[in-house]
């Protein structure tokens, strides 16, 4: 495969890849096998929905949705709606090939409940900050001038990527580059981190196929949200300084997670 990249770089695949210490292909092969208790692609699409909505705050627990999306139990709408939009995305990923029209479309779905109609699916036109807790600055996101072009660059290296022979390591390395890269462009109005988390999967599904849905990244990161957010913060305070240098930490958690997954 041509390295050359416009965004994505593979300065730290070596140090990935020296990372692995178990196989990658039998640890997916027994996540496949499991047995579920009702149909497999709509079983880990609601896991994705559930964990990747509690990471951003939603009250929202795996029970209760499973009840509401399978048993047809009965909810306030306002706590299971984001929920159920971000599922009406994991499916509508299913059968649609990864673009940058796609995640717009994508996210138009995922912020149905959570946006103004004119925001759904629309880049930003504003200066973005992610403030922490306690109320301070932690991260300066991509001017709005330059979004469309980031974003261009991240999808031509995209397009390259779906048109190349991947080895396994090389695929988790890059759908959580692609992650990565996204949610520090930081594109939408709100969404972001739905959006980048989709996007991830998306890629994943591409590259191995529909089974890859049973990657529970989602809940990989809900569980290990405090080391999620540092890994994120670990490449600086503002977009035009990112020093992608310091994310081997951020691109092995998902990889790393199907270990986790087995256990």
């Keep these: 495969m041509n390295r050359s990249f416009q965004i994505l770089s593979t300065d730290l695949l070596n140090s990935f890849e020296k990372r692995i210490d178990f196989d990658v292909l039998d640890s997916l092969g027994k996540i496949q096998k499991a047995e579920l208790p009702t149909e497999y692609f709509a079983f880990y699409r609601s896991v994705s929905s559930v964990y990747s909505a509690r990471i951003e705050g939603e009250e929202i627990d795996f029970d209760s949705f ?12 306002d706590y299971t709606a984001r929920t159920n939009d971000l599922y009406s995305a994991y499916e509508f990923i ?3 090939d990864l673009s940058l029209e796609g995640l717009k479309q994508a996210h138009a779905i995922l912020s149905r409940n959570m946006l103004p109609k004119a925001h759904q699916g629309a880049l930003r036109k504003n200066p973005m900050f992610v403030i922490n807790n306690e109320e301070r600055i932690e991260y300066v996101a991509a001017d709005c001038a330059i979004i469309e072009k980031e974003l261009s660059k991240l999808f031509a ?3 390259k990527l779906l048109l190349s ?3 396994l390591t090389e695929t988790f390395f890059f759908a ?6 996204f949610v520090k462009i930081h594109p939408f109005q709100d969404g972001n981190g739905r959006s980048a988390r989709l996007l991830e999967k998306w890629f994943l599904i591409s590259k191995i196929g529909k089974n890859a ?3 529970q990244l989602e809940k990989n990161y809900y569980l290990q949200r405090s080391e ?3 890994n994120i913060r670990k490449l600086g305070l503002e977009y035009e300084t990112l020093n992608y240098n310091t994310a081997l930490d951020f691109l092995l958690m998902t990889v790393f997670g199907l270990k986790k997954q087995l256990n």
């Design 165 to 167: 022979e991947l080895s």
């Design 228 to 230: 999620y957010y540092t």
């Design 176 to 181: 959580a580059l692609i992650h990565l890269v």
């Design 213 to 215: 849905v049973s990657i």
């Design 157 to 159: 290296d995209i397009d």
């Design 66 to 77: 499973f009840k509401h999306k399978f048993l047809k139990v009965e909810y306030a709408t």
């Design 94 to 96: 299913d059968g649609y």
